[in-house]
Nanobody, 121 residues
Framework: QVQLVESGGGLAQAGGSLRLSCTAS????????MEWYRQAPGKQRALIAV???????TYADSVKGRFTISRDNAKNTTYLQMNSLKPEDTAVYYC???????????????WGQGTQVTVSS
């Protein structure tokens, strides 16, 4: 089982920046996708950014141009740099990874515990 530990959430003013980190540890062969989701109060969890093992990235329209996802494969870590924050970015942010269990094994998914991001106007 792979464990994910998130950090970097907190309080920011509108227009400010925060950087989230998520580090994976445990038994795995390789990580495929690393993803960031967020869930605002009263809303469903939504995918906002993805980075694949090949280096491609995808963003939700709501964060495109403001957020940047990156990964450090040597550290099994993904980052979410959040700039030009808006009050509507307030949410609990979760990371998730899709990984291969063994060289011949199947794929599995793990979730982080979530970190609160609050943006004040």
């Amino acid at each position: 089982q792979v464990q994910l530990v998130e950090s970097g959430g907190g309080l920011a003013q509108a227009g400010g920046s925060l950087r989230l980190s998520c580090t994976a540890s445990g038994s795995m062969f390789s990580i495929h996708t690393m993803e960031w989701y967020r869930q605002a109060p009263g809303k469903q969890r939504a995918l906002i950014a993805v980075t694949t093992s090949g280096g491609s990235t995808t963003y939700a329209d709501s964060v495109k141009g403001r957020f940047t996802i990156s990964r450090d494969n040597a550290k099994n870590t993904t980052y979410l740099q959040m700039n030009s924050l808006k009050p509507e970015d307030t949410a609990v942010y979760y990371c998730a990874v899709e990984y291969k269990l063994t060289v011949v094994g199947g794929m599995a998914r793990s979730w982080g515990q979530g970190t609160q991001v609050t943006v004040s106007s």
